[in-house]
């Protein structure tokens, strides 16, 4: 089993960055493709950013490309997701994801996802 935990969301304006961080704890945490999915309002939870368990291959949704970075840090048992250039669409729910599944295909499929975290909530005003 493992717990993931999100943690760096927050109220921010258009234009700002921030840094989510996901701690995982439980089974080893190098064996495990990562992901972070992001809910809006009203909105179904959708793929964000994704790396492969190697931490070689990464995919981004179409939305976010150019301005979010997923990073790993296996020593530390970390997660990240770099936010630059925040429009206020990017306002969501956001939920980190790991899965056993090693292509970057499978990691953006929401059904894949074998464990998930209970989410962090960033808020971006115009």
């Known amino acids: 089993q493992v717990q993931l935990v999100e943690s760096g969301g927050g109220a921010v304006q258009a234009g700002d960055s921030l840094r989510l961080s996901c701690a995982a704890s439980g089974r080893t945490f190098s064996d495990l493709s990562v992901a972070w999915f992001r809910q809006g309002p009203g909105k179904e939870r959708d793929f964000t950013a994704g790396?492969?368990?190697?931490?070689?291959?990464?995919t981004y949704g179409d939305s976010v490309k150019g301005r979010f970075t997923i990073s790993r840090d296996n020593a530390k048992s970390m997660v990240y997701l770099q936010m630059e250039s925040l429009k206020p669409e990017d306002t969501a729910v956001y939920y980190c994801?790991?899965?056993?599944?090693?292509?970057?295909?499978?990691?953006?499929?929401?059904?894949?996802?074998?464990?998930w975290g209970k989410g962090t909530t960033v808020t971006v005003s115009s």
């Open positions: 790396m492969t368990w190697t931490g070689i291959s990464t």
């Open positions: 994801a790991a899965t056993y599944k090693t292509t970057t295909q499978a990691i953006r499929v929401r059904g894949n996802m074998d464990y």
